[in-house]
């Protein structure tokens, strides 16, 4: 079970940090990414990261401003949202997948999601 926290409202140029919370005992075992939907748009992918958190990679949309990363002894996946714009509005959804050597960018490819953490961005 993966659940999220940390989104609320807040300006723009703001920092936020997201937190997703892995039950079980193989946390370690996963690759894991963050993606983001709108009602307009699909699941965007926003980041990845691999079990050991020495690999990640970033969509250009965030790249630069957000940081992916992972405690695996507290179970728990973090995403650093530095100056924030409106358009990062949108639901944050954290994802688990063990299959792939790396993390991935394709939503399909992860079969385990949180219910999604909401992020607005505006004054």
């Known amino acids: 079970q993966l659940v999220e926290s940390g989104g609320r409202q807040i300006q723009p140029g703001g920092s936020l940090r997201l937190s997703c919370a892995a039950s079980g005992r193989d946390f370690n075992r996963y690759n894991m990414g963050w993606f983001r939907q709108t009602p307009t748009k699909d699941r965007e992918f926003v980041a990845h990261?691999?079990?050991?958190?020495?690999?990640?990679a970033y969509s250009d949309a965030v790249k630069g401003r957000f940081t992916i990363s992972r405690d695996n002894s507290k179970n728990t996946l973090f995403l650093q949202m530095n100056n924030l714009r409106p358009g990062d509005t949108a639901i944050y959804y954290c994802a688990a997948e063990r299959g792939r050597f790396y993390g991935s960018e394709h939503a399909r490819e992860y079969p385990y999601w949180g219910q999604g953490t909401q992020v607005t961005v505006s004054s």
């Open positions: 990261i691999s079990r050991d958190g020495l690999s990640n």
